[in-house]
């Protein structure tokens, strides 16, 4: 059984400015993400700004979230590294706390074949229990892609590795694994721009961005779509493709917190070496927000 169904959000995490977490304002967050009717709250992935937290940091922010959350829906815990050794502690220590499943992003810096790939992997699903979706991101990970073939063989091989995030963009590539696969992969977009093409492929859902500021609307697209109203799951779509494209018209999270900003929801600031948006950017991120209703 999938970790979860439809849309789940990869949560910001919000700083003060002095650059400390900022938990009043994190659970307004995800208690307005349960409202909006987010299917699962994805925590310190790379939208939460983990690669910039201490273990300890990680960790508490991992807690925080599940006990606000408090199994209403289920909380994946961002758990990867480019050290396995790192990576099984985090993830160990995130079973502990009581996160329903683990986001593991490939490697990053390393550039590991696609056997180390499969041994990395393996070993940080070994050293726990609950359900581990893979992150294949190529962009931000060195061009390290995790082939079908890998995939696939690790999904069938190891109990506890379940699925992908993809974020790959490679249609014929997300098309081949899926064929591969054969029901044994639980596939998620990982680009909100694409949600409704991966459903079509077979996917459960979307990790999305977008969520952070529309929970209801990217829950729908996918709900719509599950309920065979796919006509009107694709006009969500692309509903929201102008407001997508300005979500990403800087390096994540720049824009989505500037929005959430725009909104008084109290992202707070990004923590080097990411920046404030250029004056320029902000602009055609709100524009968009205006068309879309949210401001």
């Known amino acids: ?10 949560i ?13 304002r994190f659970a307004e967050q995800i208690e307005y993400q349960i409202k909006g009717g987010t299917d699962a709250i994805i925590v310190c992935g790379t939208t939460g700004e983990a690669s910039t937290l201490s273990h300890e940091e ?24 480019n050290c396995t050794e790192t990576a099984i502690y985090l993830s160990q220590e995130a079973e502990k706390i009581g996160a329903d499943g ?10 590991a074949t696609q056997k180390g790939l499969k041994e990395h992997f393996t070993m940080v699903a ?12 190529p962009s931000r990970t060195g061009g390290v892609n995790i082939l079908p073939e890998t995939v696939v063989s690790l999904c069938n091989e190891v109990e506890n590795i379940v699925g992908v995030k993809d974020a790959t963009d490679n249609f014929s590539q997300i098309a081949r694994l899926m064929a ?36 209801r609307q990217t829950h729908d697209i996918c709900a719509k779509w599950f309920d065979g109203k796919i006509k ?6 692309l509903d929201a493709i102008e407001l997508v494209g300005a979500l990403f018209c800087e390096v994540n999270p720049i824009p989505v917190k500037q929005a959430m900003n725009f909104m008084n929801m109290g ?25 879309y209703g949210l401001l």
Do not use: C
């Open 1 to 10: 059984m999938a970790i979860f169904t439809g849309a789940g959000v990869a």
């Open 12 to 24: 910001v995490t919000p700083f003060k400015e002095d650059g400390s977490v900022n938990y009043e």
């Open 58 to 81: 990680h960790l508490a922010v991992i807690k925080f979230v599940v006990d606000q959350v408090n199994k209403r829906i289920p909380v994946i815990a961002g758990t990867g590294s």
């Open 102 to 111: 683990l986001l593991v992003v490939t490697p990053y810096y390393n550039k």
């Open 126 to 137: 070994n050293s726990v229990k609950i359900p581990i979706l893979l992150y294949n991101i």
């Open 180 to 215: 591969l696969a054969d029901g044994s992969v639980d596939l998620y977009s990982g680009n909100d721009n694409q949600i409704t093409p991966m459903l079509a492929l077979g996917a459960k859902g979307v990790i999305s961005v977008l969520s952070n500021v529309a929970p």
């Open 232 to 237: 009107e799951s694709i006009k969500l779509q």
């Open 267 to 291: 992202a707070g600031i990004m923590r080097r070496p990411l920046t404030t948006m250029e004056p320029e950017n902000a602009e055609k991120l709100k524009t968009a927000m205006k068309h």
